[in-house]
């Protein structure tokens, strides 16, 4: 597998997107890596909690669907502020 390095972008309107679309607490940035895997047509989510309150703690969220191209990637997720997902 080869490794390839983006830089990140970042658009004008980064603030208001930030002061509306914050993921607020633990649970709904579970929820919202669920959502994304039902995005990528994922068929199965497993959550793995490990040690939790521990120092050591961990949540593994892994799904089967599909990945992202690499022009989405550097295009979309690595721009800060893209409209991509208002369209």
Known sequence: MSIS?????????????L???L??????AIFELVK????ADAQNVKITFIDL???NQKIIIEDDGHGMSSNVIQDVWLTIGTDFKIH
């Open 23 to 28: 993921i607020g607490s633990d649970s709904l």
């Open 53 to 55: 309150n521990t120092p």
């Open 36 to 39: 994304n895997a039902y995005d």
């Open 19 to 21: 002061g509306n679309e």
């Open 5 to 17: 390095t983006h830089q990140i972008k970042a658009k004008s309107h980064i603030l208001s997107l």
